[in-house]
């Protein structure tokens, strides 16, 4: 099996002023999970190599630069699957860690559990090493801005940070196939700007925004997170595939009814267990990357493919 890997960075209403960084971005982190696969890492350890960047990166929303809720406070959820087993990791209300995908991979190994929360979560991550951070931060100036926006215009419901002047992130993911065929996922969010303290999205709820399973494939998703879990998005897809429709096909179907059904939009990216490329959203944009043949495809804008060498500086 070829090692390949798929990267997004959010779906929505991402301004002009915000591609160039999500591009750049995607760029970043599909290299950093794919020269994991390369220097013979798992997939699991390449979904989490491709996430960490991103977390890091106020491009996106996930890490630093997540939304804030209505109290101003950053409220994190993460989650990772592993296809050989079916094992998952997930938390979810995390205020006070960097990277809560590698908490989640931590979970996944080292927990009976499956999906940690708020003070369990944080107890659970400090018990394994994690170096708490100031919840402020990982707070922005653009979701600072973004928050102070829906105050203002109650605009309910945005994974994607606001106008053209300051935003544009939003939730990402990974999902990898390696060289012996395993397949994994992982996805990251600071969900949708202005949510209720405690709201819980549909990143951290295997099925909605993560499924991988060796024997079919795997989904990350992105978009409008009530409408996602009630679709099961991510699980839908590969139901579609075990089904017989190719990556792309389910993708499409499955985004596209999600979209009918509910009228919101999502996204999302996926793997055969074959290593066939599946990419849909509904929405205006979705940044979204892969590597193949030595060469870095990848996209932001409807029916859009671009390309350049992998190996260019």
Known sequence: MKPIVIVHGGAGDIPDSRVKG??????VAVRAGYECLMNGGSALDAVEAAVVPMEKDE?????????LNLRGEVEMEASIMRGSDLNVGAVTLVKEFLHPISIAHKVLIKSPHSLLGGEGAKLFALKEGFPPVPPESLISE?????????????DFGRTEIGSSDEGGVGTVGAVAVDA????????STGGMSGKAVGRIGDTPQIGSGTYADDNIGGVSTTGHGESILKYCLAHSIIKLMEGGLDANTATTKAVNGMTARLNNTAGAITLSKDGEVGVHFSSKRMSWAYVKDNKIFYGIEQGETLEEDYNKN
């Open 22 to 27: 999500k591009l750049d971005g995607m760029k």
């Open 59 to 67: 491009n996106f929303n996930a890490g630093y630069g997540s939304v």
């Open 180 to 187: 012996n065929g395993h397949v994994a996922v992982a996805t």
């Open 142 to 154: 653009h979701a600072k801005q973004a928050l102070k926006n829906f105050l203002e215009h109650g």
